[in-house]
């Protein structure tokens, strides 16, 4: 499964170079949203997107941006100066006497200083780094579609909901966020050869037994331990990675746009790396006939996915 993926950082040119317009209109939706309390996850690379506004709109979303980054700003500086104070407290009980209690405080207390002050620094960096356009599972990430005879790019959560399921399958089934091939035909059968979509990731990232890397049985007793493995394409090019996509709308609820990346049999350099699993970047030739797809024709948009870029994936454990 892809457990995380870095999206292309400038996504503004992607857009240019493929003739693609921004939905405006939902990207302010989802901003106003967060702003007004929603758990939105939006990386900062999508923010980035927004930096030099030309439109009201868009200067409607930089201003929304800025509000949410001083709100943000100030909850971190605030749990920084609580954090300090209960660290302090915590070595001042421990040079009266070393209980179990103040140890376990000061830990907690000195790994939450160190947390918001990375956030801190993250917010106040002027340039974009590599981590700035990892998604996860829930996030939110610019999708490539086409409609109404244009390419379009609208913001969408990274966790398919589909289209009349109950708020609650978010929880129920977690995974949604990849849609396995062989599956395409069954559970994912009412998008598939209906909505598709395109992510554009420089690189993803993957769960891995450390056992399973280092290519031996665990030993006896030894606890399982997990890894996250980095894997990027050599060369370095951009991946268009098939996506399934749908609106959900429901009672009581904020309106939906999710999707979820197709995975496959991986190539032989990931499965010796220790996955069983790998996102499909299609060709970029077959880029209109994926988006646009005959549902009629599945078996051509089949052949979209067996015939996808392959390009070499090098990977290292992630930072």
């Keep these: 499964m892809c457990y995380s993926a870095q999206i292309k950082q400038d996504y503004r040119r992607f857009i240019r170079e493929v003739g693609a317009r921004i ?3 939902e990207f302010v939706r989802l901003y106003w949203d967060r702003g007004q309390g929603a758990k939105s996850r939006i990386p900062r690379a999508m923010d980035a997107m927004f930096a030099h506004p030309q439109t009201a709109d868009e200067r409607r979303i930089a201003a929304m941006i800025r509000d949410f980054d001083r709100a943000e700003a100030a909850r971190l500086e605030q749990l920084l100066f609580m954090q300090r104070r209960r660290l302090a407290d915590a070595e001042r009980a421990l040079k009266a006497k070393h209980t179990k209690a103040a140890t376990e405080s000061r830990r907690i207390a000195a790994s939450k200083v160190e947390w918001a002050l990375g956030k801190l620094a993250q917010l106040r960096r002027a340039t974009l780094a590599p981590e700035d356009a990892r998604i996860f599972p829930g996030w939110h990430a610019p999708l490539l579609v086409h409609e109404d005879g244009k390419r379009v790019v609208r913001p969408m959560r990274y966790q398919c ?14 995974g949604t966020y990849n849609a396995r091939r062989d599956n395409l035909g069954k559970f ?31 030993a006896p007793g030894e606890p399982e331990q997990n890894i996250v493995l980095e894997f990027r394409p050599q060369p370095a090019q951009d991946m268009l990675v098939a996506c399934l996509w749908s609106p959900w709308s429901g009672a009581g609820e904020a309106d939906l746009l999710s999707f979820a990346a197709i995975t496959d049999e991986p190539p032989a350099e990931i499965a010796a790396a220790g996955h069983d699993r790998c996102i499909v970047p299609i060709d970029p030739a077959n880029l209109d006939a994926w988006l646009q797809p005959d549902p009629e024709d599945l078996a051509a948009q089949q052949r979209i996915l067996a015939q996808r870029a392959r390009p070499y994936y090098e990977h290292r454990i992630a930072a």
């Design 161 to 174: 909901r589909p289209a009349g399921k109950p708020a609650f399958y978010d929880r129920k089934f977690p």
């Design 188 to 218: 994912w059968k009412p998008l598939f050869g209906f909505r598709h979509g395109i992510l554009v990731v420089e690189a993803f990232f993957e769960n891995v037994a450390l056992h399973d890397a280092q290519h031996r049985a665990l």
């Design 23 to 25: 939905d405006i209109e």
